[in-house]
């Protein structure tokens, strides 16, 4: 191959082949996970502590994702959720990473011949289909039609290749095993695909150019540059989440440290249990080192798996010790405090603790309150008052979850107490209890959509607040979150007497609004800042009224209790 237009056509067409075949996996990825709906997602949360199950489960969801980084980052936000713990993720890690090497044995098929006749039997499956089940079938065989398409337009680009003296010399950095797995890392995390760069090295291979001992260590490398997907999914999350991505990199790393020494004595094992040929000519390498290669990738990381699955406690408390739970995390994680499933036998003792979670979450509540005006109204460091690690607006974010989670869990236990056997009273109570439960929550929606709707509008913004209007936005504040304080401070005992007060007291906020809204108007026709602000201004009144309406819905479902209890 000699001439800049010849070097030209074959890069154009190697990254156009690559762009198609990226696009496949898309393609077919995103059609499987819709096939299969949230199955996955539900398979792989019930994995309780069976490592085999888990290894199994792992290896099967991957297999129908096709990408072991989209079971990883499921991971990281079921166990992130609390919805599983990172030891019962360990097993599922270990078999995403054998199920991921079932693209490296399809990609060694060489179905190149008829990708365009699978790419239309997709096509007209999915536009044909009459079920949700065959068209979203068709949508992953089309993608899959798609990605080998793209492998036969990359291996065409490679063939002239072979007499091209810079191309050669590259690849004979390769035969460096630690250069191949650093070059393995480096395109795997550029592309975050560790599947495209496999169909990259069996490319390579099938045109003679790459050998398996220099295909193995850019395998070794992917496993490791395919964990940039965890790392990133992890980032921002609590630790027990991060060390899951941990876990995929030590796995990956450890395998790397194991096998890098012996690459020529692995080699020769697995060309003995492939098939081969005696002859080393091009065509027969081409013949057989991509099945080789694929065969290398499998076995490795299903030995590797097997290796560790007896050491996964150790492993756990490795990673454990390397990434230790933060005390001040902890308390920023959802949790419940008070409910005791035991105490159900005694319906009126387990309203006593549902009451007391409650009461905790009307607390959460009142903080998120309380901080929602900050961005707007406030000077100073932005900060979170009881978590000083976390920003305003992230503190918030951590109660909204707090919240989310308390809701549906008292909801629950609510329900559960309400199926027993209870007198009048207690079943009058356990009704308001649902009641402002839902209240609760649905104050801390009003302060997650404000959060998401007008923090974003500070960036902006192009005036402050008047002082003036700061003034009567934090008087509003100061009220509704006083309510809220309140309400918290009655809830553990239903106690009416503040409840009552704030009812009674409804028309004084009423007329603090109005103050507020005419005072505002006033400056709008005089004050080019109000005009400006006015959105912003309004809004932020809208919202807490809302929580005021919503503090009333609270305040008379106390009352009731009590009313009733007379």
């Not at 005791?340 to 979670?357: D, F, G, N, V």
Request: with cysteine; aromatic share 8%.
């Amino acid at each position: 191959m000699d001439g800049t237009y010849s070097l030209f056509s074959v890069v154009s067409l190697f990254v156009g082949g690559l762009a198609l075949f990226l696009y496949g996996i898309r393609i077919m990825s995103t059609g499987l996970k819709k096939a299969s709906g949230e199955r996955v997602r539900i398979l792989i949360s019930n994995v309780t502590g069976n490592r085999v199950y888990g290894v199994l489960v792992g290896a099967f969801t991957s297999m129908i994702a096709q990408s072991s980084s989209v079971i990883i980052a499921t991971l990281i936000g079921l166990v992130h959720s609390q919805l599983m713990t990172s030891t019962q993720a360990l097993a599922v890690i270990f078999g995403a990473e054998i199920g991921t090497t079932a693209m490296a044995q399809l990609f060694a098929f060489q179905l190149h011949d008829y990708s365009l006749t699978i790419f239309a039997a997709g096509f007209a499956l999915n536009r044909l289909g009459k079920s949700e089940s065959l068209r979203f079938t068709g949508e992953a065989l089309s993608g899959f039609g798609l990605l080998f398409f793209g492998l036969k337009l990359m291996t065409e680009a490679v063939a002239p290749l072979h007499n091209y003296a810079p191309f050669l010399s590259a690849l004979r950095y390769l035969e460096n095993p630690l250069l191949a797995v650093m070059a393995g890392v480096i395109i795997t995390a550029l592309i975050q695909s560790s599947g495209a760069f496999i169909g990259i090295v069996i490319t390579l291979a099938q045109e003679g150019s790459l050998t398996l001992n220099a295909g193995i260590p850019l395998l070794l490398g992917a496993n490791i540059g395919t964990c940039i997907t965890a790392i990133v999914a992890g980032s921002g999350m609590l630790r027990a989440a991060k060390r899951v991505a941990l876990a995929q990199v030590l796995f990956n790393a450890a395998g790397v440290i194991l096998f890098l020494f012996f690459i020529p004595e692995y080699a020769d094992f697995i060309r003995s249990i492939s098939p081969s040929k005696d002859s080393l000519a091009s065509d027969m390498v081409a013949l057989e080192v991509p099945r080789q290669i694929a065969n290398a990738h499998s076995l490795y990381n299903i030995f590797m798996a097997l290796l560790l699955l007896p050491f996964l406690s150790g492993f756990d408390k490795l990673l454990n010790w390397l990434l230790p739970d933060d005390p001040e995390e902890i308390r920023q994680r959802p949790s419940i405090w008070y409910l005791k499933e035991s105490a159900l036998a005694t319906p009126t003792l387990a309203i006593r603790y549902a009451r007391a979670e409650i009461a905790r979450m009307a607390s959460i509540a009142a903080k998120m309150v309380g901080a929602s005006c900050f961005h707007f109204i406030r000077s100073g460091p932005d900060r979170d008052v009881v978590f000083p690690k976390l920003s305003v607006l992230g503190g918030m974010v951590m109660r909204e979850e707090k919240l989310d989670f308390l809701e549906k869990r008292v909801s629950e236990y609510l329900i559960k107490i309400a199926r027993r056997e209870l007198n009048e009273r207690d079943s009058k109570e356990v009704f308001a209890l649902m009641g402002i439960v839902k209240d609760i929550e649905s104050i801390g929606d009003v302060i997650e959509t404000l959060s998401g709707k007008l923090v974003g509008g500070k960036m902006w913004l192009k005036s402050e607040l008047t002082e003036e209007g700061k003034h009567e936005l934090t008087e509003l504040l100061k009220h509704v979150t006083n309510d809220m304080e309140q309400l918290a401070d009655s809830l553990s005992e239903m106690d009416s007497r503040y409840p009552s007060r704030l009812i009674m007291h409804d028309e004084e906020f009423k007329q603090l609004v109005a103050h507020a809204e005419s005072a505002h108007m006033n400056r709008v026709a005089r004050v080019n800042e109000s005009e400006i602000t006015h959105d912003i201004h309004m809004e932020l009144i809208n919202v807490l009224e809302q929580v005021h309406h919503y503090c009333k819905r609270i305040a008379r479902s106390i009352t009731a209790c009590n009313e009733s209890e007379r």
